[in-house]
């Protein structure tokens, strides 16, 4: 209990008394309780959980890349899946019938041959011998004998493969621009690729199984993971009008490639013109040529292309790239 020590005014002694704390703050009436509403009672299918105490966040410039290097990675997936879906759509067919449609289309008549001289760093390793769909695939067929033999103005010749993956093999073709375009425009030679991708949709109609088998030879003719364009002002005789502009140019149905295994993968982008004839195993030793790594799986790669950064862009076109130069030393049609 607390002790308080008072003075009393009517002591005339000044003597020092003492009194309790409950005695000072004794009320002779004290008000009555103000009266509280009752709570109703707790109901037993509700329940409120406690409040979550805020923490502080912190993150590091590493887990912001690597936050933010799953976005490239969930979009990518989404338009491939968009672009398989809507420009090559294919029927429920059972695995019987699909394999059927594939060897029927696998085993296409060969109406010509033509051939590939290959060599790697100067040394020749072989001749590849393939055969042409000419009376299936009429403008895939001619577009690949044109090059082969020079009749579009410029061929194979020189050229390299630029991409060797444990699937396939693709050859670079010739260029739309530069040297190559203007001797294709002297010969009167059209490197659109318009009437190849009709040729390609045909044959997605008519074959809904895997195109692009084993040893089969296809001509590469689109792009589906090409974004669409951007939409940009630009200023025009003092007004502002939106322009598109093109972030990837389209192939130019020059480029080849040639499977290793089977690559469903490749058929939303390649037209298949034929097949490897002779030559199979000049083609697997193309493919053990050492290439660049690829690095995709880097972080920090990611985020690059993620913001649009050039350098990216340019270290993507180099993986699976060969380190040494494997080029079509002689091509032509065979007999």
Known sequence: MMITRLEDPNDSNKFKT?????????????PPPIPRPALPPPDPYFHVAPPTPLRSCTLSRRDLAITASSLPLLVSSFWSRQAQAIEAPTARISTQEADSATGDCGNQPVAQKAFLDISIDGEPVGRIIVGLYGDTMPFGASRFATLVTGAAGISYRRKEFVKIVPSYI???????????????????????????????????????????VA?????????????????KLVARKGKLEIDEEEVRTDPNGTEFVIAINDSPDLDASTLVVGRVLEGMDVVEKISRVKTVQEN???????????????RAVVAE???????????????????
């Not at 003492?18 to 004290?30: R, S, V, Y």
């Not at 790669?301 to 050039?310: P, Q």
């Open 296 to 310: 995709t799986s880097s972080p920090y790669f990611r985020v690059a292309k993620l913001i649009g950064d050039k």
């Open 215 to 231: 040893g089969s030879l296809g001509l590469v003719i689109r792009d589906p993971t090409k974004p669409p364009p951007k939409l």
């Open 170 to 212: 693709q050859h670079g073709g010739v260029r739309s621009y530069g040297v190559d375009a203007e001797l294709a425009k002297r010969a009167g030679s059209n490197l659109e690729a318009d009437n190849l991708v009709e040729e390609w949709e045909a044959l997605c109609k008519k074959c809904p199984g895997t195109k692009n």
């Open 18 to 30: 003492f009194a309790t704390m409950k005695q000072i703050l004794q009320i002779p009436n004290p």
């Open 317 to 335: 076109r180099g993986f699976n790239r060969p380190y040494s130069k494997v080029v079509v030393t002689n091509c032509g049609l065979a007999d």
